[in-house]
């Protein structure tokens, strides 16, 4: 049920091998390596990165949104500069990527999701798919 683009992304990161969580010692470092290694390969193949992070905050896209929403500009990439980019200046260089997609990306999907399937721009594709 997967689409090709999604298939394509996937075949492009590497898969986990080791099932362990915090409380598993040292299978649980081997974990984290992996999970590492799988977004190191994620930013180089899709994202990047300003050539002044840490000091700016990164740019997160999401181009299948383009223009669907107020809050998105340039190709996609999500409005982050009224809330996040001012914390993220006030915690340069304790911030990284993973604060980018928690602080940043989170809250966005969170408040914009809802108002794009409430006024019909985002639907489920089985969904779309009957309307036909």
Known sequence: MVDEATKKTLAQIPLLKTKA?????EQWIQRLKEEYQSLIQYVK???EMP???PTTAPEIALPE??????????????CLTDHF?????????KFGIAH???LGLG???AVEVPDLIARGVVTHKDTSSDKS
């Open 85 to 93: 980019k001012p914390l993220w200046a006030r915690n340069v260089p």
């Open 65 to 78: 949104l383009d223009g669907k929403t107020a809050k998105m500009y340039r190709g996609g990439k999500i």
């Open 21 to 25: 969580g915090p409380r598993d010692g």
């Open 45 to 47: 193949n899709n994202k």
């Open 51 to 53: 050539v002044t992070y």
């Open 107 to 109: 809250p966005w999907l």
């Open 100 to 102: 980018a997609m928690a």
